[in-house]
């Protein structure tokens, strides 16, 4: 079964700490991405990777970076958490055809900064 | 805000049948992709549809209108594990998914 995994469903950080937000894919997919989805607006893409070491800025990167090391691995990060950043993200992959919209997602972590 | 648009919540009875539409305003265009996801969990994949006319899978059916920009997911013989939000979203020039905010449809017995 095709499996995303994001290493935490619950955070609670303080505003200035940083944060890291995993996600690891079972299915050996080239393509992934980190979305944010918050009340009233559709997902937004932060982040996207069709290769190792390879990022690609989404719609909204500020305040965000990614680091790809590991084709199975796209990791989320946020230098200095802020407010505004309190969401839930969403991790996705996709197979190597990189026009296909067919994305399995995580679980999601939603993540309260204070 | 992104150009697509869909009903924020919509009610229908076990049994019944429901259409949540979709509509949406682009210059390219590459697909419409509908999603299902329930309460805290992640979205899955329902449908996809490039060329206008209906796709149907079971209960589901995603129809598509593209000189309309327009799209339908419709959910017959609904069951209360149906009960989850929509989501619509279609494929830019890019080859980038424009989300739209997602429909919550709520089953009454």
């Known amino acids: 079964d095709v499996k995303v995994t994001q290493s935490s469903r619950y955070l609670v950080k303080r505003t200035g700490e940083k944060v890291f937000l995993e996600c690891v894919q079972d299915?050996?997919?080239?393509?992934m991405f980190w979305y944010r989805q918050d009340p009233g607006l559709g997902l937004r893409l932060i982040y996207f990777?069709?290769?190792?070491?390879?990022?690609e800025k989404g719609d909204i990167p500020e305040g965000y970076s990614v680091s790809r090391e590991k084709k199975e691995r796209f990791s989320l990060i946020l230098e200095s958490a802020s407010t505004n950043q309190t969401s839930m993200y969403l991790c996705?992959?996709?197979?190597?055809?990189?026009?296909?919209?067919?994305?399995?997602f995580g679980e999601g972590s939603r993540l309260t900064v204070l | 805000g992104q150009n697509i648009d869909q009903p924020t919540e919509m009610t229908a009875t076990e049994g019944a049948i429901v259409q949540i539409n979709c509509t949406y305003q682009?210059?390219?265009?590459?697909?419409l992709f509908w999603y299902q996801q329930h309460a805290g969990e992640a979205p899955t994949f329902l449908s996809y549809?490039?060329l206008d006319g209906l796709e149907e899978k079971g209960r589901f059916s995603s129809f598509l209108s593209r000189s309309k920009g327009y799209s339908y997911l419709l959910l017959k013989e609904l069951q209360m594990k149906d009960s989850a939000s929509y989501l619509c979203?279609?494929?830019?020039?890019?080859?980038?998914?424009?989300w739209g905010a997602g429909t919550k449809l709520i089953i009454k017995p």
């Open positions: 682009t210059s390219g265009f590459n697909g």
């Open positions: 549809n490039v």
């Open positions: 979203a279609y494929m830019d020039s890019n080859y980038q998914l424009i």
């Open positions: 990777s069709y290769d190792v070491k390879m990022k």
């Open positions: 996705a992959s996709s197979t190597g055809d990189r026009h296909t919209g067919e994305l399995f």
């Open positions: 299915m050996d997919h080239e393509n």
